[in-house]
């Protein structure tokens, strides 16, 4: 059909007229993010020679060790490492100054090489429209960035392996802890506000299994989940942070597994049949998980 120079001209206003798709709505929609779940911590502390004892003396496993900004990162294995170095870990590395804390947890996402970029796109795209500011994408090595109170957050790609700078370390022998572990099972998230928490871990993970006035829950295909909780006021202790995390272990015995703790200079701080919580060498705080 022939259109006359008018009928062109209206054509071409009414098509400008139209809203434009921004870049992230061009792309292929990869919010909320195709990850099967937490995959590894970690653990920042003072002495990290101390704190990879502990961890070593508690859970038989192996370890291993990259050379970082002149010290060393050890790396718990939270299982046999395959040839392809697909394998959940706990990374402990040096605070430089900063206490003990810890500092970050990951989810590895599905095709993260090639649509890293989209997703940072999009990340920004909804997280300006939900009104939490500017994000500034990735601040550090891999896909590491902050949620809005500070907690820190990293992407890398499914499956995440292990290093491949790391080589197996002699700091302390294999094999020689009471608890074999299996992966990660929980990260628990201390937030400063719950429903905006759940609205930007939304756009992230998609929707919660459960939620309720005091926290919700986000459960991952390969068994693990992500935990909010909104911080209590109490003074002096109203701190937002990765405030716990669980490793999920084989059923263990749990009077050789508490007198172990106190020998290694951890504190038992509860057991449930399910969960024994505890607090490390560190004060850091974390959940043995079984059956």
Do not use: C
């Given at each position: 059909m022939n259109l006359d120079r008018r009928q062109l001209v209206g054509t071409l206003a009414m098509l400008g007229a139209m809203p434009q798709l921004s870049l992230a709505q061009q792309q292929q929609r990869v919010l909320p993010l195709d990850t099967p779940g937490l995959d590894h911590l970690d653990v920042i502390v003072a002495d990290v020679e101390k704190t990879t004892?502990?961890?070593?003396?508690?859970?038989?496993?192996?370890?291993?060790?990259?050379?970082?900004?002149?010290?060393?990162?050890?790396?718990?294995?939270?299982?046999?490492?395959?040839?392809?170095?697909?394998?959940?870990?706990?990374?402990i590395g040096a605070s430089r100054g900063r206490g003990n804390y810890i500092g970050h947890f990951c989810t590895s996402v599905a095709n993260w090489r090639q649509n890293s970029e989209a997703i940072?796109?999009?990340?920004?795209?909804?997280?300006?429209?939900?009104?939490?500011?500017?994000?500034?994408?990735?601040?550090?090595?891999?896909?590491?960035?902050?949620?809005p109170d500070g907690i820190e957050i990293q992407f890398l790609p499914s499956p995440d392996t292990l290093v491949t700078a790391a080589v197996p370390s002699d700091l302390v022998p294999a094999m020689q802890g009471?608890?074999?572990?299996?992966?990660?099972?929980?990260?628990?998230?201390?937030?400063?506000?719950?429903?905006?928490?759940?609205?930007?871990?939304?756009?992230?993970?998609?929707?919660?299994?459960?939620?309720?006035?005091?926290?919700?829950?986000?459960?991952?295909?390969?068994?693990?989940?992500?935990l909010l909780e909104e911080a209590s006021y109490v003074y002096g202790q109203g701190k937002v942070q990765i405030a716990r995390f669980g490793l999920r272990v084989?059923?263990?015995?749990?009077?050789?597994?508490?007198?172990?703790?106190?020998?290694?200079?951890?504190?038992?701080?509860?057991?449930?049949?399910?969960?024994?919580?505890?607090?490390?060498?560190?004060?850091?705080?974390?959940?043995?998980v079984s059956g």
């Open positions: 004892r502990f961890y070593m003396g508690l859970l038989r496993t192996t370890l291993h060790a990259q050379p970082f900004q002149g010290g060393q990162r050890y790396f718990v294995l939270l299982g046999p490492l395959p040839q392809n170095r697909a394998v959940g870990y706990l990374a940072f796109a999009q990340m920004k795209e909804q997280f300006h429209a939900e009104g939490f500011g500017e994000f500034p994408g990735s601040t550090g090595f891999g896909g590491i960035f902050n949620d009471l608890i074999t572990p299996e992966r990660v099972d929980s990260a628990l998230l201390r937030v400063s506000d719950l429903k905006k928490a759940l609205r930007y871990y939304r756009t992230l993970y998609g929707k919660e299994r459960h939620s309720n006035a005091h926290g919700a829950e986000f459960a991952f295909r390969n068994g693990s989940r992500l084989k059923p263990f015995d749990r009077a050789a597994a508490t007198e172990a703790i106190a020998r290694l200079g951890g504190k038992v701080l509860s057991d449930d049949g399910k969960a024994l919580r505890l607090k490390d060498v560190d004060g850091n705080e974390l959940e043995l």
